[in-house]
């Protein structure tokens, strides 16, 4: 059976899934993890310009990993159909996308302002500038095309955040220029697979590594 196709609906069925997990450890007496939702989904949600088939969801204490592994716990393990665990993380394979829980520590200052309501509780967003620093300081070297996409549209649709990102994670700046040389040699198929753009955002796309080599340099 072939992957689902990405719609606007999909990160709700993915965050369900994620509250379904939540639930059940509640219901079995463990509490709730205290959670930040970031990623690609949440500058979907504030910019509009792409579909996302994934949730990036945070937290902050990496005990919490060992109860929602499908290793252990069978909810997860039901609705999974394949899972990758690593020390700080848990990506669970899902026939429409992917949820990833992380644990990671914040890398700017810049707390979560923003929250939204789903199926009963209160998710917090985080800023823009946090989602941007955490893709350029924690996947430098492995950076995809759509995350190159969510930098562009940042640096023109609120290029203080871009800045304050890239500021924040310049320790790793040279090692983006290179995933960006990487990228540059990438067919332009290739290059567009999994941005899912919305729209008129589709025009970045040709121009993305340009515009990001100019962002990373300090060049608006």
Known sequence: ??????????????????????????ARGFGSPDVILGGGTVLMLRFGHRLSKDIDIFLHDVHWLSLLTPRLNDVAAAIAVDYVEQANSIKLIMPNGDIDIIAAAAVTD?????????????FRLEATEEILAKKLLYRAESLKPRDIFDLVVVGG??????????AATSVKNAVVQRRLEQMSRLAAEELARDIFPIGDFAGIVPSMIAKARNLI???R
């Open 110 to 122: 810049v707390p979560p302002r923003e929250t939204i309501e789903f199926m009963g509780r209160t």
């Open 217 to 219: 340099s300090g060049d």
């Open 1 to 26: 059976m072939g992957a689902q196709a990405v719609t606007a609906e999909t990160w709700k069925e993915l965050l369900a899934a994620a509250v379904r997990l939540f639930d059940d450890l509640h």
């Open 157 to 166: 649709a609120d290029p203080d955040a871009a800045a304050r990102a890239i």
